[in-house]
């Protein structure tokens, strides 16, 4: 298990996926009756449902947004800023998503970081390798490139904002999960490197959340996995059943 004095930590990556009509009900069914279980439980819905999930703070669940422009404001029509989430109630918002890397540049992380961390909000930062990585055993080293690039300009002070997942990209809505082995040796891997860059106390507060593919059936082995502090779910968060088995899982 991992540190006792931190708390688990599952996120829901809703993605483009239900109606802000139905989004409440939907987080309510996901999180039925599992309020006492102490750990951190973060939706991560798109962008118009948000003002319509803020009533779930009373229930002890934690409103999180899936990406934030790089500008605090100007002429960037169609997008939205990391002030405007965090006016609406939101608390984390997702950095770094593969999904997103296919459609950012790169240098706008690091950007897209701080502002997020300026505008009051926390941060789950995603990497993880494609396939051919994995292959040649590159893994680590595609991911500590990510890691380096992205954190190059991160003030340490701003460090324990900052949750890590770890979401092989071959594993992401494919249904193929990396072994609780992999990710436990990758998490390994980003809580050193976390401890050379930030200093071993923030290393060891630090939450690094495994995604890809994650089911309550394969939940409780990750759980059991030392470095292992919680999830990122997207498939899986959209159905109750699942979600609520992983959070048990964690709890
Ligand atoms: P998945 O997605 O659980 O559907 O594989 C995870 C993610 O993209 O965050």
Redesign the pocket.
Known sequence: MGSQEKKRFIAA?W?MHSKPSEALALAFELTDGLEDTNTEVVICAPFTHLDRLNSLKSKGIILGAQNCHFADKGAYTGEISATMLSDLGCQYVIIG???RRNLDTVESIPLRIEQAIAAGLKVIF?CGEPLHYRKVHQEWEFVLSQLNHDFDKIEASHFPKIVI?Y?PIW????GLTASPQQAQEMHKNIRKWAENRFGILDAMQLRILY????KSSNSMELAAMHDIDGV??????LIPIEFRGIIRAFS
Request: hydrophobic share 30%.
């Open positions: 990556n993605k998503h593969s999904e995603c997942a979401e594993a992401i809505g494919t995604g890809g593919s994650v990122l779910v997207g498939g899986a968060s």
